[in-house]
Structure formats: C-alpha cells, structure tokens
C-alpha cells in the first residue's frame, strides 16, 4: 500500500515532557511537510524538507524539531511540551513540482496536560 | 506576500442548494491553485487543482475556474449533499505552500 503514515496515532502527555512523532510515506515523493492543526482548525506549515533543503516557519518555536533519516521519513521531536502544543499534527509529502498535489498522512493528536 | 483568503469561516446551508465557498490569493509569482477536503477525524485530500486562467475544472461533482483577472478559485456546487458536510481549504502553490484559514461547510436536511 502506497500512502502516508503516522504514529501514534493519539498520545497523552504532561508539560515539559519529550515526545516524537514519526512519519513515513512509500509513494516515492521528495519532499515531506509537518503541519500543526489547532483547535480551530488552522492548518500551520512547521516545516517542509527534502533531501536538500529544511525550511522552518520562523513562527515555530525552538522546541520543535524535524528528524530525517532518509526522504521517506521525517520525524518530529518536541523537546519539552507546552499546553499550548495540544494540536493534530498532519504530515505531507508530494514531489517537489508546483503542481504537484500533496498527500497527508491520518495524523496524530497531542494532548498535554 | 503570497497568501490566501477564505472569507467564510462557516457556510451551513440545506441539502439540494448551491454550494460556493469563496478563495481569492495574492501572489507575484506562478500560479497554482488547490482545493483540499478533510472530513470529519480524516486527513485532507486534494479535491481539484487547476493552473490555468480561466478553464473550468472539475471532480466528484465540484468545479472551480481560475480567473487570474482577479485572483480568485472559487469552489462551487450546483447542489450540495449531506456527505459534503466538510472543512475545504484552498491552498497556492509556488516555491512555497499557503493554505486558507479553512471554510466549514455544513449541510443540513
């Protein structure tokens, strides 16, 4: 099966803990995206990365990170959770052309406590 | 810079009525346009696209035309049904990618 996948699906947390996130995508695309989704439903770009080039958001805060291992994995570490992280976060990929449509993985709730 | 405007943050409207959720976006560069849908605990899915000034485009039922004259990629429906109750993003493409804030599309009987 050719898509995107996330894990966990739900995860539960208190503030200043670490969590990660993984993503992996097998439809052979070059560039990979995280997205936070708040409660009102806003879709955030926090980071988009291909083999060449990482691109922050410079509104993301310090305490996110993105892990690649390959082009068909990236990951996100948040170092110490705030509240204000409880969020949905969708991963993406698609190949790096204009009119290339992206595909997002089910993503994963963050809840902190 | 780039961005794109959805006006409507919720649109509810009755089953059997027209569907139109308004994008308009302001960009120096190419244009690429997207429609995306995300139901309910789903993950968003691409709708239609289109880069091309003024041709209608069209899928499961949805159309939008491109009108670079005034920046806009509307989303329309002739008559809305109960599963398009949604959140329908509009999305540009260029070097980089701008999403709407999202309009909630509910439909009621």
């Known amino acids: 099966e050719t898509a995107v996948f996330q894990t966990p699906n739900y995860h539960v947390t208190q503030v200043g803990n670490e969590v990660s996130f993984n993503c992996k995508q097998t439809l052979g695309h070059d560039t990979m995206y995280w997205y936070k989704q708040d409660s009102k439903k806003l879709l955030k770009i926090m980071f988009s990365y291909n083999n060449k080039q990482l691109i922050v958001n410079e509104t993301v805060p310090r305490r996110f990170s993105p892990q690649s291992s390959d082009k068909a994995h990236l990951n996100l570490r948040i170092k110490s959770v705030e509240p204000e992280d409880s969020a949905v976060y969708l991963c993406?990929?698609?190949?790096?052309?204009?009119?290339?449509?992206?595909?997002f993985g089910p993503g994963t709730r963050l809840t902190v406590l | 810079g780039d961005s794109v405007t959805q006006t409507e943050g919720l649109v509810t409207l009755t089953e059997g009525l027209p569907v139109m959720l308004n994008c308009t976006y302001q960009t120096a560069y190419s244009t690429f346009l997207f429609w995306y849908v995300q139901h309910l605990n789903e993950a968003p899915k691409l709708l239609l696209k289109?880069?091309?000034?003024?041709k209608r485009t069209e899928h499961q039922g949805f159309h939008a035309t491109l009108h670079k004259s005034s920046s806009s990629f509307h989303l329309q429906k002739s008559s809305a049904q109960l599963s398009d109750s949604a959140l329908y993003y509009c999305?540009?493409?260029?070097?980089?990618?701008?999403f709407g804030d999202g309009t909630q599309l509910v439909v009621k009987p």
């Open positions: 999305a540009l493409n260029n070097n980089r990618i701008f």
């Open positions: 289109s880069s091309t000034d003024n």
């Open positions: 993406a990929s698609r190949l790096q052309y204009n009119y290339a449509e992206q595909f």
